[in-house]
């Protein structure tokens, strides 16, 4: 039997292991996007420090909620009230155990108490299957940031 996934709101003190999920999920969990080049990997992790993930914590306008898996924290995920997912990071060797879908269904949650009805992001080639399973769709051209291919997609949020 699959342990049960549990997510929580992020707190301040929650920081540390944020970052430490995020660099490590871009670096091995996200190769197939950055192809391991040192300049792609610098540019997509170099904001994911502890001293930005604080001000995103003390944010009323962003959420930011943390996946427990065997009590161990396995993956974090952040969206505005805009109705952007900003980013979904789960520690690879954790992958596939539901931690991804948990955060993303927590976000959504978020989004409909905010009064939201559809939910969009930018997605790697790494993440595009997983999202597609999730109900998003690709709804423009794909672009490039940073040396990252950026895949736009959107989800209709159902009504409360």
Known sequence: ???SVHTCKATPADAGIISRIIERSIRVGCALDHRNDPQTVAAWAHNNTIDHILPW???QRLYLNIAL?????VGVAMASVSGKVAF??????WFRRGAGQALVHDLEGWLIDQGLRQSRLNSTRTGEAFYRRLGYQV???TF???GLHAIPMHKALPEV
């Open 57 to 59: 914590l003390n944010d």
């Open 69 to 73: 898996l065997q009590d161990k924290p």
């Open 88 to 93: 979904c990071y789960v520690q690879p060797e």
């Open 139 to 141: 709804c423009a051209e």
């Open 1 to 3: 039997m699959q342990a």
């Open 144 to 146: 490039t940031v940073a």
